[in-house]
């Protein structure tokens, strides 16, 4: 083949075997040249593919002017380009989405640090006995009879030292303790 000219005009004119000539001539080189772009075979010959469909779609745009080859290459690293333009903005979007993942992990931690400042300020507020028993059974996850047998108290004294601790935080943090608590 000349420079593919000659049979993309056989093409034209309804021989199908000149296609496959030209596949067979350009579609490998298309295909190394494309993937020096993309980095991936795969979707070079994709891309390659997608080319060459450009020419059967498209008949008459090829003008003669430079080599069939030329034209090629120029839609192959055209898609390429293309191709790269989308990954770009695939993964700006992806990083985005990630960012506002942060974004939000970091305003719950800060909105939870807030709320244990508020009600670690609050607890330290109340009667000794009080403070203790709240952080006994709240913060170390203690039963009522465990937190008894560390104050040296009974159950029911601790279960009404709770009960008022829970009434004079509401004071303290007015509206928002009930949602705290």
Not at 47 to 57: H, M, N
């Amino acid at each position: 083949m000349d420079n593919g000219a000659s049979s993309y005009r056989r093409y034209l004119e309804g021989d199908e075997s000149a296609f496959d000539e030209i596949m067979k001539e350009l579609f490998y080189p298309l295909v190394y040249f494309v993937s020096r772009y993309v980095h991936d075979t795969h979707t070079a010959e994709d891309i390659a593919i997608d080319s060459f469909s450009e020419l059967v779609v498209h008949k008459h745009r090829y003008n003669f002017k430079v080599t069939l080859k030329t034209y090629l290459f120029m839609i192959g690293r055209s898609r390429a380009i293309d191709y790269l333009r989308r990954c770009k903005k695939i993964t700006a979007l992806d990083d985005a989405v990630n960012l506002s993942d942060d974004a939000k992990e970091l305003e719950e931690t800060v909105i939870t640090n807030e709320r244990q400042r508020v009600v670690n300020a609050a607890v330290a507020r109340l009667p000794q006995e009080m403070s203790m028993a709240v952080h006994l059974v709240y913060f170390e996850e203690m039963t009522y009879e465990q937190a008894a047998r560390v104050m040296k108290k009974n159950r029911k004294q601790v279960d009404n030292l709770l009960y008022r601790a829970k009434k004079e935080l509401r004071d303290i943090l007015g509206e928002e303790g009930e949602l705290l608590l």
